[in-house]
């Protein structure tokens, strides 16, 4: 196991400089909530692109399961609005399932979507 410096962003919006002192201050990995489990973060496409651009080594999401609905749901409105271009550019992004009443079938429709959608199987837990 290695460690290394990350940052985890939800609504922040980033800015150019915002990105250019997390490179200066040594930030390998950044990951961005794509889907709280009720709503897409306005920022999210937004801040991956500026993640991107700005030559930050890793760039993440994360997609949260909420307590009601399938898994697949949740994690396809993860997916949803985020351009194909950074989709793929995504290395990971884990199943983020820690509210009371997730269940086990919901988490496993999630890594099981997240899957599908070419992506590695994680989970996020608290």
């Known amino acids: 196991m290695t ?4 940052v985890d962003l939800s609504f922040s919006q980033l800015d150019e400089d915002d990105v250019r002192l997390m490179k200066l201050a ?4 950044v990951a961005q909530c794509l889907w709280t489990g009720a709503q897409q973060p306005a920022p999210r496409v937004t801040n991956l692109r500026l993640l991107v651009n700005g030559g930050i080594p890793a760039v993440i999401g994360y997609a949260s399961i909420g ?3 399938s898994g697949d749901w949740h994690m396809q409105q993860a997916r ?3 351009p194909d271009d ?3 550019l995504l290395r990971r ?3 983020d399932c820690e509210l009371d009443g997730n269940t086990a079938a919901q988490l496993r429709q999630g ?5 599908s959608f070419g992506k590695p199987r994680d989970v996020y837990l608290s």
């Open 3 to 6: 460690w290394v410096y990350g």
């Open 26 to 29: 040594g930030v390998q990995v």
């Open 67 to 69: 307590t009601q609905g």
């Open 80 to 82: 949803n609005g985020v």
């Open 86 to 88: 950074l989709w793929n």
């Open 93 to 95: 992004v884990p199943v």
């Open 111 to 115: 890594v099981d979507k997240m899957a």
